[in-house]
Every structure is written in structure tokens, then in C-alpha cells.
């Protein structure tokens, strides 16, 4: 096994260990905690009253900010490696970057000039 | 140095794992202790945290634990069963996926990764998943509400947070956290070298970028639109009792632990101190850290403790039309003077 794949490895380990410790967890809690079956216990929580319908509904709007972080987080994730190399890359790498960042500056003006960052 | 190489990697491994699975629930009762129940308790003059068991309500937390420990396990009828069952074990997950690469000392790190603080950000959001999982899998008004609040404000902040830690990339040249922590330790401010160069001074707005973000990353209350209990009865997590709630305290605090690791490595200098090296660093590391974070976590409770909640709109606006183009022109200027420097 490489250095690189050992590396990985731990985060596996860790993820098992993470899910054991859940399982143990969940095992012993159901050791000890009481059993007493009501049907009123299962009923959806409304505050108290009884629940009407059955799955809810939601704003559109949060469909949008996702499409937006989408396009966004894509950029982003583009200006990791320009950060890491921007010594040996000098001024041409700045110049390539502060277009890039222009570019997506402009996204963001052209969204928030549509009123896509309006909530009402 | 010498300890690590007496042993195998595998049992390095095991040892490394165990002492994680100790920290996460350990820096959850600490920062839920010391800040959820005494700060807070002071600062809003409460009265209950600070009266079981007689001295400062020492025994409160020790109740709230037996208390989860004797709940029923309610799921309902309506409930999507697996998801509903899988949605905490996804956010502690998420949680202790960051301590693999956070440094507690030159050589006390579970995994040095070459893309550390990438690496962190992205394990970090993984719990939206399980946000939504949970909210959905309710089939319960409040949470389907709360869970998708807390999904577009988790997305919106997630922005900030990586444009705030650019900066720091920019100045260290590197994403290895443990690199990171080197190049403040033996950094220069304008040919001074006393300290080192703590990216809190020349990264200040990063910082207080990071803090906002991550702020709102935890739903702590400026930003606690998608839990807010006066009108969401506690968001996605109302449905959840006993051990199944608590591994959403767990998530919530530990990663509060978290953040505020990382934001201790990225600009406040992490393990190192001024004049400490070698094995004396391994050693003093985990305290000097511990100190930092405590000093950040004090911070973003004080903040929590202490404002109103925002409206959800005004809630992402300030993502996306303030804290967004900061951290872009931050970049710019960290990146000219990169450069010209």
C-alpha cells in the first residue's frame, strides 16, 4: 500500500469508528431506556393539535439559492489550486485570476440585478 | 518524534482513532458546559443551569446526560423509517471527519493530508445531508421547513467560509494544515519576526469573515432561522428523543469544537507558541490549541448570546450581497500584495 492510499485509510478507519460508535451508542441506550407502545406517541407533531395533510410544502425559493451556490461553489473550488501556486505562477497568474474573479463578479451582479437575491 | 516511530502505523492508527472518539463527545460537554450553561447562564441572568447540585449547577449536565439515557425511542408512523434512522449517524460522521486533519502538535495529527483544510471544509458540510435527511424523513411540517432553511443557509455560508480561508492559502502557500501552522510560526510582518505572523493580523478580515461563516455553518443564533424554537419548535431535530437527539448535540457542539480548532490553525498559529520546538511542541501543543480554540469558541457564543435572530432574507442577503464580495476583493488584495511583495 502507498503513502498516498495509507493516508485515506484513516479516514476510512475513522468513518467505521464514527458508525461503531453510533451503533454502541443506539445498543446500550436500548438496554436501558423504557418500552411503553402508545399509538398517540407515533403521531406527527403539530403542537399539539392533530396533523392535517400530510407531507409539507416549501418556498421555491430555496431551489434558486441552491442552482446559485452550485455555480458558485464550482467557481470556488477553482481558486484553491490558483492560491496554493500563486508564488511560482507570479504576475501572470495574478492578472488570469483577477479576470476569473471579474467573471464571476459579474455572475453575481447580473443575478442580483435579475432579483434572484430578492426574497419576497 | 521518537514516540512515533517505536510503533507501527497501525497501531498509531488505532491510538489515533480511540483518542478522536474521546475528543468529539469531551469538547462537546466542555463547550456545552462552560459556554451553553455557565456563559450563559450569566450573561442572560438564567437561574436554572445554575442551581443542580449546589456549587455553580455542576450537576446539571450530568442530569441532562441520564435524562437522554431514559427516554423512548419514538420514530412515527409516518416517518420515512431508514433515513429517519440514518440522518444522525450521517451528522456525527460529518463531525468527526474534521479531526482527522487537525494538528494538535508537529507530530500529533491523525492524518497530515496534503489537502487538509480542503479536506475539512468539505467532510464539514457533509452534515447538510444529514439536515436533510432528517427533515425530510420527519414527514413533519416544522422540520421540512427548518431542514431546507438550513440547507439554503448552509450553502450560503459555505461561500464565505471558503473564500475567508483563501486568503490564509494565499499567504501560506500550501493546504496542509500542519504547513499552515509552520509558515505562521516561522513567518515574518514586514521583516519581523518576533511572533512568527499570526494570519490574524494580516488576514483580519479572513478572519472575521470565517467567524460569520461559520457562525451561521453551526446555526448558532444571528443565524438560527432554521431551529428557531420560539416558532420551529427546534427545526428538524423535533421529532428526534433520547440518544438520537443527543447525536445531533453531539454534531452541533463537536463541530462547533471544530470550527473553532480550525479557525485557531488557520490565524491564530494553532500548536505553536513563540520559542517552543521539538518535542516540547508535541507536548505543549494539545494545551496551547486548546487555549486558542476556547479563546475563538468564547467569542462566537459571546456573539450567540447576545444578538437577535435575523430574518431569513436578511439572513441571504448579508451571504450573498455583503460577505461574498468581501471575500472576493480580500482575495484580490491578498493576492496583489502576494505579488508585488
Do not use: C
Not at chain 1, 470556488?76 to 500563486?86: D, K, R, S, T
Not at chain 2, 517505536?6 to 460537554?29: F, R
Not at chain 2, 494580516?202 to 455553518?217: H, I, K, S
Amino acid at each position: 500500500m502507498t503513502e498516498f492510499y495509507r493516508e485515506y485509510l484513516a479516514v476510512a478507519v475513522l468513518i467505521g469508528a464514527a458508525l461503531a460508535l453510533v451503533g454502541l451508542m443506539l445498543g446500550v441506550g436500548k438496554l436501558i431506556r423504557p418500552v411503553r407502545p402508545q399509538a398517540d406517541k407515533y403521531i406527527t407533531y403539530e403542537a399539539g393539535s392533530d396533523p392535517v395533510g400530510g407531507w409539507g410544502q416549501s418556498n421555491v425559493r430555496y431551489y434558486v439559492y441552491a442552482l446559485l451556490f452550485v455555480i458558485f461553489d464550482v467557481e470556488a473550488v477553482f481558486i484553491f489550486p490558483w492560491a496554493v501556486g500563486l508564488e511560482p505562477l507570479g504576475i501572470f497568474g495574478l492578472v488570469e485570476m483577477v479576470v476569473f474573479i471579474l467573471i464571476l463578479v459579474l455572475g453575481l451582479v447580473y443575478a442580483w440585478r435579475k432579483g434572484v437575491l430578492r426574497w419576497a | 518524534m521518537m514516540l512515533a516511530l517505536e510503533i507501527g502505523w497501525g497501531t498509531t492508527l488505532a491510538i489515533k482513532t480511540l483518542v478522536v472518539l474521546t475528543i468529539i463527545p469531551l469538547g462537546a460537554l466542555i463547550l456545552g458546559y462552560t459556554f451553553l450553561l455557565k456563559m450563559m447562564s450569566h450573561m442572560q441572568s438564567r437561574l436554572g443551569p445554575m442551581d443542580p447540585g449546589g456549587f455553580h449547577g455542576w450537576f446539571q449536565l450530568v442530569g441532562d446526560g441520564l435524562k437522554f439515557l431514559q427516554k423512548e425511542d419514538i420514530m412515527p408512523a409516518q416517518a420515512d423509517r431508514k433515513v429517519f434512522a440514518m440522518a444522525p449517524a450521517v451528522v456525527v460522521l460529518s463531525t468527526f471527519l474534521i479531526f482527522a486533519v487537525i494538528p494538535m502538535g508537529p507530530d500529533l495529527v491523525v492524518e497530515n493530508l496534503d489537502v487538509g483544510i480542503f479536506y475539512a471544509l468539505a467532510v464539514s458540510s457533509l452534515s447538510v445531508v444529514g439536515v436533510l435527511m432528517a427533515g425530510w424523513s420527519s414527514a413533519n411540517k416544522f422540520a421540512l421547513l427548518s431542514a431546507l432553511r438550513s440547507a439554503a443557509q448552509l450553502i450560503a455560508y459555505e461561500l464565505p467560509l471558503l473564500l475567508a480561508t483563501v486568503g490564509v492559502i494565499i499567504q501560506a502557500g500550501t493546504l496542509n494544515l500542519q504547513e499552515i501552522v509552520l509558515a505562521q510560526q516561522n513567518g515574518a510582518i514586514f521583516g519581523w519576526s518576533g511572533i512568527g505572523d499570526p494570519f490574524i493580523l494580516t488576514q483580519f478580515v479572513g478572519f472575521t469573515l470565517f467567524l460569520v461563516a461559520a457562525q451561521a455553518e453551526l446555526s448558532q443564533t444571528p443565524f438560527d432561522m432554521p431551529v428557531a424554537e420560539s416558532e420551529l419548535v427546534s427545526g428538524y431535530m423535533v421529532e428526534y428523543t433520547g440518544f438520537r437527539f443527543l447525536f445531533f448535540f453531539i454534531g452541533e457542539f463537536g463541530t462547533a469544537f471544530a470550527f473553532a480548532a480550525i479557525a485557531a490553525t488557520l490565524f491564530l498559529g494553532g500548536w505553536s507558541i513563540p520559542g517552543v520546538t521539538g518535542d516540547m511542541a508535541n507536548i505543549l501543543g494539545p494545551f496551547v490549541l486548546f487555549a486558542k480554540l476556547m479563546a475563538v469558541a468564547f467569542l462566537m457564543f459571546w456573539v450567540r448570546f447576545t444578538y437577535p435572530r435575523l430574518r431569513e432574507d436578511q439572513l441571504q442577503s448579508l451571504a450573498w450581497k455583503v460577505l461574498i464580495p468581501i471575500g472576493l476583493i480580500n482575495i484580490l488584495i491578498t493576492g496583489i500584495l502576494k505579488v508585488a511583495i
